[in-house]
């Protein structure tokens, strides 16, 4: 069973805040990493993605990844209220897709 | 492009009838999947398509739940016959190849619900 696991949350954070939302994953043998953003009542749409050990930064979201712990996190930066949603980690491991259940991000203006 | 089209939006039905949910990939998009969310198991993958030919269907629940895809345009997900666990948003995705840093765009969702 290929696991990944997510801190459901909810996480609040102020307007202005880092938010830092962490995923850790099972297989050793994946592959790339992927951050969603699920508004409520919506498809979840892509943040960013990563494959390679260490940060990628696009924009006011940092996606850190260390495989040899196995874990992968989503820093976003200045958070605002329309930031706030639930955010899926997911994995590609052996040409296959697995999410976690997600975090809840709150951002209190 | 108007991206991944699912329909219904919402489908209510009673235990024991026939859904039908159906999906429009992006055009030039050669995966399908079928995911099922709840709020107690997350996103789950159901099965997804090659240029039409099913690849995996090992998440599909059971023999009730059934997908076609007869054209590069097009795939069903059916449930029969139904029952009220089956309640779940159900989402459609594709994408252009499957490499490891390709996106998948979700469609909208159909919510089900079965009393």
């Known amino acids: 069973q290929k696991e990944v696991e997510q801190n459901s949350g909810p996480l609040s954070v102020p307007e202005g805040a880092i938010a830092s939302l962490n995923c850790t994953y099972s297989d050793r043998g994946s592959q790339s990493f992927f951050w969603y953003r699920q508004y409520s009542g919506k498809s979840p749409e892509l943040i960013m993605f990563?494959?390679?050990?260490g940060d990628k930064e696009d924009g006011r979201f940092t996606a850190q990844l260390n495989k040899a712990s196995q874990y992968v996190s989503l820093l976003i930066r200045d958070s605002q209220p329309s930031d706030s949603a639930t955010y899926l980690c997911?994995?590609?491991?052996?040409?296959?897709?697995?999410f976690g259940t997600g975090t809840s991000l709150t951002v209190i203006p | 492009d108007a991206g991944v089209i699912q329909s219904p939006r919402h489908e209510v039905t009673e235990m024991g009838q026939e859904v039908t949910l159906r999906c429009k990939p992006i055009?030039?998009?050669?995966?399908l999947f079928w995911y099922r969310q709840t709020m107690m198991r997350g996103l789950e993958l159901l099965i997804y398509f090659n240029n039409n030919v099913p690849i995996d269907d090992s998440g599909m629940p059971e023999d009730r739940f059934s997908a076609k895809m007869p054209n590069a345009s097009f795939s069903t997900l059916k449930i029969q016959p139904s029952e009220p666990r089956d309640s779940a948003v159900y989402f459609c995705a594709s994408s252009l190849r499957r490499q490891s840093t390709d996106t998948q765009y979700f469609g909208p969702g159909t919510r089900l619900t079965v009393l």
């Open positions: 055009s030039g998009h050669d995966y």
């Open positions: 990563i494959y390679s050990n």
């Open positions: 997911a994995v590609n491991s052996g040409n296959q897709f697995y």
